[in-house]
T-cell receptor, first 111, second 115 residues
Framework: KNEVEQSPQNLTAQEGEFITINCSYS?????LHWLQQHPGGGIVSLFM???GKKKHGRLIATINIQEKHSSLHITASHPRDSAVYIC?????????????FGKGTLLTVNP | NAGVMQNPRHLVRRRGQEARLRCSPM?????VYWYRQLPEEGLKFMVY????????ESGMPKERFSAEFPKEGPSILRIQQVVRGDSAAYFC?????????????FGEGSWLTVV
């Protein structure tokens, strides 16, 4: 089974700051997911990436397959970015749906 | 193109009753996955279904839980004789094809409270 560690667990930032959330996993994977969940809300898939870097608006996700590490960056953070960010990877065996989820990083962006 | 639709969003059941949670995948998606998020815990995989087939139910509790995805209609997660420990958020996700690196799309979740 793949183990997923996220850091930090909680993050408080001021509006406009650059945010970085980290994710490490234990077993080689085919793809990694970054998800966003607002309190009491649904889950939005932000990125699925298997190599390199992806960008969507103010969000950037990077992955280093050799080091088994991924980062999610938010540029020019805004209070509406406040949410839980979850990293997820397939369990060993490779099936992309049988995900192991990190415990999440609670981000609070203050105005 | 509507996203993954789950209903009900919130469901309250007394101990011993049955809970049925429904999930309509995105249009064109034939693969459905259910995940459970217990309070203060991370998400965990429960079951993977295709139309009329259960592909992998290794994450489902052995008793009281069942899932189906009929030829017509939504996927249903059924919990019989609910207990307080079943209180959780249940998320459904769908994808067009499995294991090809496609993104999976999550629904808004169904929050079950057992009183």
């Amino acid at each position: 089974k793949n183990e997923v560690e996220q850091s930090p667990q909680n993050l408080t930032a001021q509006e406009g700051e650059f945010i970085t959330i980290n994710c490490s996993y234990s077993v080689g994977i085919s793809a990694l997911h970054w998800l966003q969940q607002h309190p009491g809300g649904g889950i939005v898939s932000l990125f699925m990436l298997s190599s390199g870097k992806k960008k969507h608006g103010r969000l950037i996700a990077t992955i280093n397959i050799q080091e088994k590490h991924s980062s999610l960056h938010i540029t020019a953070s805004h209070p509406r970015d406040s949410a839980v960010y979850i990293c997820a990877v397939p369990n060993s065996g490779g099936s992309n749906y049988k995900l192991t989820f990190g415990k999440g990083t609670l981000l609070t962006v203050n105005p | 193109n509507a996203g993954v639709m789950q209903n009900p969003r919130h469901l309250v059941r007394r101990r011993g009753q049955e809970a049925r949670l429904r999930c309509s995948p995105m249009k064109g998606h034939s693969h459905v996955y259910w995940y459970r998020q217990l309070p203060e815990e991370g998400l965990k995989f429960m079951v993977y279904l295709q139309k009329e087939n259960i592909i992998d139910e290794s994450g489902m509790p052995k008793e009281r839980f069942s899932a189906e995805f009929p030829k017509e209609g939504p996927s249903i997660l059924r919990i019989q004789q609910v207990v307080r420990g079943d209180s959780a958020a249940y998320f459904c996700a769908s994808s067009p094809v499995q294991d090809t690196g496609n993104t999976i799309y999550f629904g808004e979740g169904s929050w079950l409270t057992v009183v």
